[in-house]
Nanobody
Framework: QVQLVESGGGLVQAGGSLRLSCKAS????????MGWFRQAPGKEREFVAA???????SYVDSVKGRFTISRDNAKNTVYLQMNNLKPEDTAVYYC????WGDGAPGIGEYDYWGQGTQVTVSS
C-alpha cells in the first residue's frame, strides 16, 4: 500500500525558512513526478511546485525564487525548501505523486496524496 508521509512543518516568523520532506513507501517513484500543493483555510487546494522524474521543476509564480523542490530517489523522498516565508504562505502543505505524467499543476493529475503538514508564518 502506498503511503506518503510529510514532515517539517511548523510555526515560523516572516522571513524565516522551513524544509518540508515527504517520504514515500509501498513502491518506488523513480519514474514518476512528485509535487507539493497547499490549502489555506477557506481556500481551494493549489499547486505549489513539482519535479519530474528527470529533475525538471516548475513553480507557481508566487513562490518562484523563494521555494526549491528537490528529490532523492534513493530515499524515495521529495523536499520543499521554503525561504523568505510570508504570512500568505500559511497553509497545510501536501505532497503528491503523478505516476505517469511530468508534474502538471492540475490536482487531478496526481494519484497519491499525503496527509498534509501545517505551515504557519507569523507576521
Amino acid at each position: 500500500q502506498v503511503q506518503l508521509v510529510e514532515s517539517g512543518g511548523g510555526l515560523v516568523q516572516a522571513g524565516g525558512s522551513l524544509r518540508l520532506s515527504c517520504k514515500a513507501s509501498g513502491r518506488t517513484f523513480t519514474n514518476s513526478a512528485m509535487g507539493w500543493f497547499r490549502q489555506a483555510p477557506g481556500k481551494e487546494r493549489e499547486f505549489v511546485a513539482a519535479i519530474s522524474w528527470s529533475g525538471s521543476t516548475s513553480y507557481v509564480d508566487s513562490v518562484k525564487g523563494r521555494f526549491t523542490i528537490s528529490r532523492d530517489n534513493a530515499k524515495n523522498t521529495v523536499y520543499l525548501q521554503m525561504n523568505n516565508l510570508k504570512p500568505e504562505d500559511t497553509a497545510v502543505y501536501y505532497c503528491a505523486v503523478d505516476k505517469w505524467g511530468d508534474g502538471a499543476p492540475g490536482i487531478g493529475e496526481y494519484d497519491y496524496w499525503g496527509q498534509g503538514t501545517q505551515v504557519t508564518v507569523s507576521s
